[in-house]
């Protein structure tokens, strides 16, 4: 299971740190990501960690803005968003690989998903 926390408003050029905890221990060896979902449009990536941190990936659309990372001990995987945009508004979703070496790059590189937590920026 996984749980998502941070969401909420924020005018535009704030900041946003969104948290994800996952219950099961087994999830600390694969890899996770963020993904979101605009209003009237599809699930996209926004970023996704390997198990040990050494490599990420970000759409273009957030690099230099957004940066993921996580706690293998705590079984966490965090996403601090600075200088938000309105189109940034979504509902966010944590995720973890379907299985081990697998860095997150798509929706079928899912395994499990978390419930989703909303941001909203406001201009």
């Known amino acids: 299971q996984l749980v998502e926390s941070g969401g909420g408003l924020v005018q535009a050029g704030g900041s946003l740190r969104l948290s994800c905890a996952a219950s099961e221990q087994a999830f600390v060896y694969y890899s996770k990501a963020w993904f979101r979902q605009p209003p009237g449009k599809e699930r996209e990536l926004v970023a996704s960690?390997?198990?040990?941190?050494?490599?990420?990936y970000y759409a273009d659309s957030v690099k230099g803005r957004f940066t993921i990372s996580r706690d293998n001990t705590e079984n966490t995987v965090a996403l601090q968003m600075n200088d938000l945009k309105p189109e940034d508004t979504a509902l966010y979703y944590c995720?973890?690989?379907?299985?081990?070496?697998?860095?997150?790059?798509?929706?079928?590189?899912?395994?499990?998903w978390g419930q989703g937590t909303l941001v909203t920026v406001s201009s």
């Open positions: 960690i390997s198990w040990y941190s050494d490599n990420t």
């Open positions: 995720a973890t690989a379907r299985q081990t070496n697998l860095l997150i790059q798509q929706n079928s590189d899912v395994g499990s």
